[in-house]
């Protein structure tokens, strides 16, 4: 399964854009990249997935360069609901482009918007 | 249309007692996963239902936790008898099958158990 790693914490502040990146450099030829969202006390939730290239949904944005070896998690115009943390997962196809199997995840990033 | 749904949302025992986890997933979901957060610790998988079929159970850390789900629909997950390192959040999740047309499966997170063992 492909490793990822993202910061820590990011703190932003209401209406901004947050970026947040992940690295997967060993990710694999048929795997996507997820990211998930957790509240307190919550569990994790799905935004978004992509394999290439930019993907974009009501909430969040995915940029994918070439490589796939990063990919970065666009919030715009965030607010102080947005504060959770961000989980970027890799390694969820199989060989035949689809799985069922079981989600890994990171430490996630922690991001706190200010008022 | 209801998410899903995990009972109790706290447990307080005593180590070496037992607790039995429910979860029921989102209606016509196949698929069924457990997950547990321990204190400081990353979420961790423990095993993948298929209907009710243990499709992976590789997660498991011993032969104290024992799933089931009869009948392919909720799932308990028991602990037998529970140590102090049990103590953590327990996450159940939930996908649908073959149909749906996605390559990604996702899965519908409960809002988990609160375990502590004293």
């Known amino acids: 399964l492909a490793k990822t790693t993202q910061p820590i914490s990011m703190d932003s502040y209401e209406g901004q854009e947050v970026n947040i990146t992940c690295s997967h450099n060993?990710?694999?030829?048929?795997?996507?990249i997820t990211w998930y969202q957790q509240f307190p006390s919550q569990g994790p939730r799905f935004i978004i997935q992509?394999?290439?290239t930019k993907v974009t949904n009501e909430v969040a944005s995915l940029f994918i360069p070439a490589d796939r070896k990063s990919s970065t998690l666009s919030l715009p115009r965030v607010s102080l609901s947005d504060t959770a943390v961000y989980y970027c997962?890799?390694?969820?196809?199989?060989?035949?482009?689809?799985?069922?199997?079981?989600?890994?995840f990171g430490q996630g990033t922690i991001l706190t918007v200010h008022p | 249309e209801a998410g899903v749904t995990q009972f109790p949302s706290h447990s307080v025992i005593e180590k070496g007692q037992t607790v039995t986890l429910r979860c029921d997933p989102i209606?016509?979901?196949?698929?069924l996963y457990w997950y547990r957060r321990v204190m400081g610790k990353e979420i961790k998988f423990l095993l993948h239902?298929?209907?009710?079929?243990?499709?992976?159970e590789s997660g498991m850390p011993n032969n104290r936790f024992l799933a089931e789900r009869t009948g392919g629909t909720y799932s308990t997950l028991k602990v037998q008898p529970a140590e102090l390192e049990d103590s953590g959040v327990y996450f159940c999740?939930?996908?649908?099958?073959?149909?749906?047309?996605?390559?990604?499966?996702?899965?519908?997170f409960g809002p988990g158990t609160r375990l502590t063992v004293l």
């Open positions: 992509g394999y290439k």
């Open positions: 209606s016509g979901h196949d698929n």
């Open positions: 997962l890799v390694g969820l196809a199989n060989a035949g482009g689809t799985s069922y199997g079981k989600l890994t």
């Open positions: 060993n990710i694999a030829t048929n795997d996507y």
């Open positions: 239902f298929v209907k009710e079929s243990k499709q992976d």
């Open positions: 999740a939930s996908s649908q099958g073959t149909s749906g047309g996605h390559p990604y499966n996702e899965q519908f």
